[in-house]
């Protein structure tokens, strides 16, 4: 009896996934408490700034393994806005993400590791007017907890810097990079 328990004992164990279980989350969009902005120099002289105003996303977390963590984000390339109607119409055509065309951004994490004091580093693929290339978003994990209405939230800063080349993007003068700067908010699911 003693042989059959210590074996179903570690039988169990080895099943049982190593680590906690990641959390999982949605973005909150509906309560707008999540953003995907930019900032890109115009002609060297300065820096517009803008947002994607439509996007979707989930992704999952646990600070005890962090690796068992997961994004995966959904941007609407047609709700590209700069505060500027003429000058958005232009970033969206052809000239530069022909957002008619290449109508979504995605992007998925690969791995997500720990990088110290709160910071963490995700790895994965962004797929941007129609080609896909490995990028790294470090991140900060602001905090989780219940939120007013019984739900449970967890909140990050992100921040990434893409090569437009790198994504066959026109480049416009110094305009050779786009900064990322992503607020994301979470609501348990």
């Not at 973005?27 to 105003?53: C, E, P, Q, W």
């Not at 055509?93 to 957002?99: K, L, N």
């Not at 007017?129 to 909140?155: C, L, M, N, Y």
């Amino acid at each position: 009896m003693k042989k059959l328990l210590i074996t179903t004992g570690l039988t169990a164990a080895m099943l049982m996934p190593f680590g906690a279980m990641a959390t999982d989350y949605v973005i909150d969009t509906k309560g707008a408490h999540a953003s995907i902005n930019f900032k890109v120099s115009h002609l060297g002289y300065a820096f517009i700034k803008g947002r994607f105003n439509t996007f979707n996303g989930e992704f999952s977390y646990e600070p005890e393994n962090v690796s068992a963590s997961s994004v995966k984000v959904s941007v609407d390339t047609t709700s590209l806005d700069s505060n500027h109607a003429e000058r958005d119409k232009h970033i969206r055509s052809s000239d530069f993400i022909d957002a008619g065309k290449y109508g979504e951004a995605v992007f998925e994490s690969t791995k997500v590791s720990d990088a110290g004091d709160g910071m963490l580093n995700i790895d994965g693929n962004l797929t941007l007017h129609g080609v896909t290339k490995p990028i790294v978003i470090s991140a900060e994990f602001i905090g989780a907890g219940q939120d007013p209405w019984g739900g449970q939230r967890a909140g990050f800063y992100g921040t990434t810097r893409l090569e437009l080349a790198d994504f066959n993007i026109a480049v416009m003068g110094a305009s050779s990079y786009v900064d990322m700067e992503l607020h994301v908010e979470g609501v348990k699911k």
